[in-house]
T-cell receptor, first 117, second 114 residues
Framework: GAVVSQHPSWVICKSGTSVKIECRSL??????MFWYRQFPKQSLMLMAT?????????EQGVEKDKFLINHASLTLSTLTVTSAHPEDSSFYIC?????????????FGPGTRLTVT | AQSVTQLGSHVSVSEGALVLLRCNYS??????LFWYVQYPNQGLQLLLK??????LVKGINGFEAEFKKSETSFHLTKPSAHMSDAAEYFC????????????FGTGTLLAVQP
């Protein structure tokens, strides 16, 4: 089946530094990838939709200059948290969309736990 | 616009008992409906989905869900709970297609008592 990986699985960084998270579709090509944020014991909140070769579409309230998304190829999207602060600590999950209209599915990565100290 | 409501943030059942997790949706277009399971510190795994066709959908691990348009519901059931079913369950709705985003419910934490 379709597999999506994320790297790193967890990261600790100091306040003010930037952190890059990678999302890869390992055995399929994904023209669209999605980035979600999940706070403890809460649901997934969509941050942005990433389309290969074009600018990401951010959800309302998400700072595009803080959460930089790049989708340079059909198998790789990256999320960079710039000038991270403790309130950015969260579980970040990516997904990749595949299939046509009838068999559409999003395949989720295992998530990246970010802790900002 | 689309939205999902999951009734019951916590559900507890005994091992071997029926599992029923409720999901109601709102959608201005024909909905594509999904149930995902999440184990601690992991990503989401698809249990089952409804796109078109048969309204009773069978998924992995013995779960099934029925799309009821008249009730705008997509409840998840399993006849007999196992200890390994303890996890967080999310219902989601989409308008369909690879570029359509998923809208998630708030999740239901299922506990299975021995």
């Amino acid at each position: 089946g379709a597999v999506v990986s994320q790297h790193p699985s967890w990261v600790i960084c100091k306040s003010g530094t930037s952190v890059k998270i990678e999302c890869r579709s390992l055995d399929f090509q994904a023209t669209t990838m999605f980035w979600y944020r999940q706070f403890p014991k809460q649901s997934l909140m969509l941050m942005a939709t990433s389309n290969e070769g074009s600018k990401a579409t951010y959800e309302q309230g998400v700072e595009k200059d803080k959460f930089l998304i790049n989708h340079a190829s059909l198998t790789l999207s990256t999320l960079t948290v710039t000038s991270a602060h403790p309130e950015d600590s969260s579980f970040y999950i990516c997904s990749a969309g595949a299939g046509g209209l009838a068999n559409y599915e999003q395949y989720f990565g295992p998530g990246t736990r970010l802790t900002v100290t | 616009a689309q939205s999902v409501t999951q009734l019951g943030s916590h559900v507890s059942v005994s091992e071997g008992a029926l599992v029923l997790l409720r999901c109601n949706y709102s959608s201005s277009v024909p909905p594509y409906l999904f149930w995902y399971v999440q184990y601690p510190n992991q990503g989401l795994q698809l249990l089952l989905k409804y796109t078109t066709g048969a309204t009773l959908v069978k998924g992995i691990n013995g779960f099934e869900a029925e799309f009821k348009k008249s009730e705008t519901s997509f409840h998840l059931t399993k006849p007999s709970a196992h200890m390994s079913d303890a996890a967080e369950y999310f219902c989601a709705v989409s308008g369909g297609g690879a570029t359509n985003k998923l809208i998630f419910g708030t999740g239901t934490l299922l506990a299975v008592q021995p």
